[in-house]
C-alpha cells in the first residue's frame, strides 16, 4: 500500500482520514487503491479530471510507466494528455475508430466527434473558430 500511495504522490497523506482529502487527493487514493492489488489491467474513467496540472501531468507520466507493467486503459477527453502520454487511441462516439499510434490528426478527430476540427497547439500559427453546424 506504501508503494502504491508513493507512486501517486501521497506516502504522506496515509494516516489522513479520507473525508479530510481534496477531490483530486481522493482521485489518486482511489488510483493507488487499485495498484495495491497489483492489477493485470488497469481500467480507468477521467483519472485526471480533478488534479491540478501538475499532478495531472504526474499522473500521466505514472499511467505511461504502467504501461510497461500491465494494461492500461482509460476514458479522458484531454486530447492533449492523450496524444502526449499514450500508444494507441480508440475513439467512441455511437462508432469505435481505432487508431494503432497516438497521432491525433483533424481527420480522425472530426470521424470521432462528427464534426469539423481545428487543431490549436503552443507554438503554431492557429485562428479563432467560428461556431459550426452539426455539434
Same mark, same amino acid.
Given at each position: 500500500?506504501?508503494?502504491?500511495?508513493?507512486?501517486?504522490?501521497?506516502?504522506?497523506?496515509?494516516?489522513?482520514?479520507?473525508?479530510?482529502?481534496?477531490?483530486?487527493?481522493?482521485?489518486?487514493?482511489?488510483?493507488?487503491?487499485?495498484?495495491?492489488?497489483?492489477?493485470?489491467?488497469?481500467?480507468?474513467?477521467?483519472?485526471?479530471?480533478?488534479?491540478?496540472?501538475?499532478?495531472?501531468?504526474?499522473?500521466?507520466? =505514472?499511467?505511461?510507466?504502467? !504501461? &510497461? +507493467?500491465? %494494461?492500461?486503459?482509460?476514458?479522458?477527453?484531454?486530447? *492533449?494528455?492523450?496524444?502526449?502520454?499514450?500508444?494507441?487511441?480508440?475513439?467512441?462516439?455511437?462508432? =469505435?475508430?481505432?487508431?494503432? !499510434? &497516438? +497521432?491525433? %490528426?483533424?481527420?480522425?478527430?472530426?470521424?470521432?466527434? *462528427?464534426?469539423?476540427?481545428?487543431?490549436?497547439?503552443?507554438?503554431?500559427?492557429?485562428?479563432?473558430?467560428?461556431?459550426?453546424?452539426?455539434?
Amino acid at each position: 500500500v506504501d508503494e502504491a500511495l508513493e507512486r501517486v504522490e501521497l506516502r504522506d497523506h496515509s494516516e489522513m482520514p479520507v473525508g479530510a482529502l481534496s477531490g483530486g487527493e481522493l482521485q489518486r487514493v482511489l488510483i493507488a487503491r487499485a495498484l495495491a492489488r497489483r492489477p493485470q489491467l488497469l481500467l480507468l474513467d477521467e483519472p485526471t479530471s480533478n488534479l491540478d496540472e501538475r499532478i495531472g501531468h504526474s499522473v500521466w507520466d =505514472l499511467f505511461h510507466s504502467l !504501461s &510497461k +507493467e500491465m %494494461t492500461v486503459i482509460l476514458v479522458s477527453h484531454d486530447m *492533449g494528455a492523450v496524444a502526449r502520454s499514450v500508444g494507441s487511441v480508440a475513439c467512441l462516439n455511437q462508432r =469505435l475508430h481505432i487508431h494503432p !499510434s &497516438k +497521432e491525433l %490528426t483533424p481527420e480522425i478527430l472530426e470521424a470521432a466527434y *462528427g464534426c469539423p476540427i481545428d487543431l490549436l497547439a503552443h507554438g503554431h500559427p492557429h485562428r479563432v473558430l467560428a461556431d459550426h453546424e452539426g455539434a
